[in-house]
């Protein structure tokens, strides 16, 4: 079972937690649960996944690395862009709204080997063939495409993408001199060799600080925030088929407890973002637990 592994994981010291979040040690033997293709998740926030240890540990059992490149759209990593073959064999990145760019909805997979292109094309496409004969399907598929509508959008909005970029740049910049000296807010950090473009901007909050109780002081004020992320563990399916328990994962679980999004999009102010760091700065002194956790 997947909590399972992830426990004799931790136990065997094959991840740890170093400065970072998870660290990939040159000399692990990690439990891989089956083989052929294995879905590496994830270009977290937008910020770049360890993909060279990642890909040495695919090559070292054989395994195919999938870059989950959905909100790296623009990141680069030792200067090679999120979805490149350099380090994985495919990748996937998504349109969604809150994105870089967007579609309305949907997303595309990117790889340089043809045999899996054609695949993915025909799963698109009801499983048809090659030559997308009518009624003819050699495999089941799915009705994924993306229509002509939601993909002119994106044709344009890849026109500018550029600025699109540098406008949510300027806004991550701009909470970044704002939030600095705030107590107990931690901001995100690039690792070395990473040039992020965030798709959303998360902090970290001291742990004597009461993160449910921030969120509901700046949803007070009108301010939108999120727990970004929940720990998917936990989520009722993995809880009910899987046997799941808090406890299971506790670095996970501690971090998923301070962690907090805050408004992020190309269009916010600066009068929008000094209201948010005046608020946070005010919520953090109301939300302080005494004598920690």
Same mark, same amino acid.
């Given at each position: ?131 997308? $004969?009518?009624?003819?399907?050699? %495999? &089941? ?9 939601? !993909? =002119?959008? @994106? +044709? ?15 806004? $991550?910049?701009?909470?970044?001199? %704002? &939030? ?9 950090? !690039? =690792?070395? @060799? +990473? ?22 002081f700046l949803l007070g004020r009108g301010i939108g925030c999120r727990p970004y992320f929940p720990p998917i563990h936990l989520q009722p399916f993995y809880v009910e088929v899987f046997g799941c328990r808090p406890g299971d994962l506790p670095v996970t679980e501690a971090v ?38």
């Amino acid at each position: 079972m997947p909590c399972r592994r992830a426990k004799e994981n931790r136990q065997r010291g094959a991840i740890r937690r170093e400065g970072a979040l998870l660290s990939i040690p040159r000399d692990s033997r990690v439990l891989i649960p089956g083989r052929g293709l294995d879905k590496i998740n994830h270009a977290l926030f937008g910020h770049p996944a360890p993909l060279p240890a990642l890909r040495e540990l695919a090559d070292r059992h054989g395994l195919l690395l999938i870059e989950d490149a959905c909100e790296a759209l623009g990141s680069t990593l030792h200067g090679v862009p999120c979805g490149s073959p350099r380090y994985a064999h495919g990748a996937v990145f998504a349109f969604y709204p809150n994105k870089q760019i967007t579609t309305g909805e949907g997303g595309v997979v990117v790889t340089d080997d043809d045999r899996a292109a054609a695949l993915c094309r025909s799963l698109r496409n009801q499983g048809r063939g090659e030559d997308g $004969a009518w009624l003819t399907h050699v %495999r &089941l598929g799915y009705n994924y495409r993306m229509d002509e509508m939601s !993909a =002119a959008v @994106g +044709a344009v909005q890849m026109a500018r993408l550029q600025e699109l970029l540098d406008r949510r740049a300027r806004v $991550a910049a701009a909470y970044r001199r %704002r &939030l600095a000296e705030i107590p107990g807010v931690t901001l995100p950090e !690039a =690792a070395p @060799g +990473a040039q992020v473009q965030w798709f959303v901007w998360v902090v970290r909050l001291d742990p004597a600080i009461d993160r449910d109780r921030v969120m509901q002081f700046l949803l007070g004020r009108g301010i939108g925030c999120r727990p970004y992320f929940p720990p998917i563990h936990l989520q009722p399916f993995y809880v009910e088929v899987f046997g799941c328990r808090p406890g299971d994962l506790p670095v996970t679980e501690a971090v998923a407890r301070t962690v907090l999004a805050l408004p992020f999009h190309g269009g916010l102010s600066d009068a929008e973002i000094d209201e948010v760091a005046a608020a946070l700065a005010e919520a953090v002194v109301c939300a302080a637990v005494r004598g920690g956790r």
